[in-house]
């Protein structure tokens, strides 16, 4: 399938990706373009839209993307629910709501400057969420985080 979101990624639009291929849809392909661009490219290649404003795959009340995601595809994984906060935290600007969303919000600024380009930024940044992926699950595991 193709989906289409707003370039310059950040937070959201490189979390979203990583969702997407890990758990919903192993052969995505993303295409990243100008804000008003997006609803027309969706319109004439079928992409579906995410992260952006209006779109069933966007923020709804205090929900993000990745939040939309996840609730859209049934996605239960303890788990990945963890990761939600944590990303639910980071993008929409409440780092106090979890220890871990400050961290992940200075690696998405980090990365953005070194690989200004979205594509190569979001592959080079599925390592980070494999990784925070893989701490969730031991979290989980060992019962001290829900």
């Not at 995601?69 to 990303?87: P, Q, S, T």
Request: hydrophobic share 45%; net charge negative.
């Amino acid at each position: 399938m193709l989906w289409v979101t707003r370039s310059h990624v950040h937070v959201d639009r490189v979390a979203c990706p990583w969702l997407i291929r890990r758990f919903v849809d192993s052969g995505a392909e993303f295409l990243f373009v100008a804000a008003k661009e997006v609803e027309g490219v969706a319109a004439r290649t079928g992409a579906i839209p995410f992260d952006v404003p209006g779109a069933e795959l966007g923020h709804h009340g205090d929900e993000c993307s990745f939040d939309a995601i996840i609730a859209k595809y049934g996605l239960k994984d303890r788990a990945l629910l963890r990761l939600a906060k944590i990303v639910n935290a980071a993008d929409t600007d409440r780092p106090a709501a979890d220890p871990i969303a400050a961290g992940l919000e200075a690696m998405a600024s980090g990365f953005g400057l070194r690989f200004p380009d979205d594509p190569e930024n979001v592959e080079r940044q599925f390592e980070v969420y494999d990784a925070l992926y893989a701490w969730c699950q031991v979290e989980i595991a060992r019962g001290t985080r829900d």
